[in-house]
């Protein structure tokens, strides 16, 4: 304990204005993350699964990436287009808004869709970050939890997954680029929330 908190005392005493979002996430890392490799396999092991249908298992998604909530099972659509459309032949659809909540983590979703522009904007509002793995339990089989646990682990955001419904991976929300489809996503992270910009790119 007391080895902890000089490291913490340490990450906060060379803290600036400027460096204290980078600091805080590698303090959540080090502290937090430290041993949850290690739990994966006890969660998957001892943890009885009660899910009758898992909601990222099979095939016939409508869409081809969903940002998936591991607390709630809810797949939110981000694609523009719907499948078959041919956007450079005018087929652009309407500008859509939509809204996400997750009561367990009180993370929140804006999703804004501008067909026209093939472009669409997801913002991540993080709350505490919490994941339940028994309500995973109760939603997705153990094999698509194990997947998802292990894309999170030594991430900062656990309870949201990126999901490619055909290929059938999923992707951690991390800073950086995804191509997906027909889709490339582009993940920053800005005073602890996250932006996905998504761009039709066939």
Partial sequence: ??????????YMGSATKDEYEEIAKTIRHDLVFSEYGQEIENYIRYIPNTADICRTCGEGFPSQVYLVCTNTGELYDLDL?????????????????????????????HITKTPENKEGTVTVQRGRGIVSVQRMKSLFCDDCIREMLETVENQLVEEFVIFDAEGQKFYAVDDGSVQIGDYELQVEYDEGDYEIEVRYAK
Avoid: C, H, I, R
Wanted: proline content about 3%; hydrophobic content about 35%.
């Fill in 81 to 109: 287009f719907e499948k078959g459309a041919n956007p450079d032949a005018g087929e652009y659809g309407y500008m859509s808004m939509s809204f996400g909540y997750d009561e367990v983590s009180q993370t929140s979703l």
């Fill in 1 to 10: 304990m007391e080895e902890l908190m000089e490291m913490v005392a340490t």
